[in-house]
């Protein structure tokens, strides 16, 4: 089975600046998906970015990037420049191939201070 | 997003009565799923449809059963709920290919007393 670990169950950084989020994996696939997701106090499920297995080249979505090193699995969340939005449960999520069948770690409450 | 409309938002019942929770999409997305979110472990999936009719466990699946007779609705059931199953519950959807990620409904916040 796969497991999803996110290490710091809350972490704070002060607006505009950056702050980088842990995720660890434990998997014997070698082909897959990994996602992370913001939560926002609305509830709502937002996704933030993704990384195929497969791709070396790290994933970057405007001030979002990830650091995702296979061998280790290992995949952080790094947030450039952060903003008062970004305050949030943020997941670390990895997906099978089959079914598209996914696995969330604890989350990672971040605060971003003004 | 996926157009995904999950109903009631907010339920309250109490220990050993039936409860329905249902999730609506109009994506005509293949895979549905239903998660639980409780504090320490983000969430945690219940059951899964891969087409109509075609359903799995998940790796909480004990105490619910699932039913999908079309591809826009996903069915929660929990026959007699208990405490333990006070969560809020998310639906999500995903689409043909293994590259798709989940799309998430709003969230159902269920308490029973």
């Known amino acids: 089975a796969q497991t999803v670990t996110q290490s710091q169950p809350e972490m704070s950084v002060q607006e505009a600046e950056t702050v980088t989020l842990s995720c660890t994996y434990d998997?014997?696939?070698?082909?897959?998906?990994l996602f992370w997701y913001k939560q926002p106090p609305s509830r709502q499920m937002i996704l933030v970015i993704r990384?195929?297995?497969?791709?070396?080249q790290n994933a970057t979505e405007n001030r979002f990037s990830v650091n995702f090193q296979k061998a280790a699995k290992s995949f952080s969340l790094k947030i450039s420049d952060s903003q008062l939005g970004d305050t949030a449960m943020y997941f670390c999520a990895f997906m099978k191939l089959t079914y598209n069948d996914m696995r969330f770690g604890a989350g990672t409450r971040l605060t971003v201070k003004p | 997003d996926a157009g995904i409309t999950q109903s009631p938002r907010h339920k309250v019942t109490e220990t050993g009565t039936p409860v329905t929770l249902r999730c609506h999409q109009t994506?005509?997305?293949?895979?549905m799923y239903w998660y639980r979110q409780d504090p320490g472990h983000g969430l945690r999936l219940i059951h899964y449809s891969y087409g109509v009719k075609d359903t799995d466990k998940g790796e909480v699946s004990d105490g619910y059963s699932v039913s999908r007779s079309k591809t826009e609705d996903f069915l929660l059931t929990l026959e007699s709920a208990t405490s333990s199953q006070t969560s809020v519950y998310f639906c999500?959807?995903?689409?043909?290919?293994?590259?798709?990620?989940?799309?998430f409904g709003d969230g159902t916040r269920l308490s029973i007393l």
């Open positions: 999500a959807t995903s689409g043909q290919g293994s590259n798709q990620p989940q799309h």
């Open positions: 998997t014997s696939e070698n082909n897959y998906y």
């Open positions: 990384q195929e297995a497969y791709k070396q």
């Open positions: 994506e005509n997305h293949r895979y």
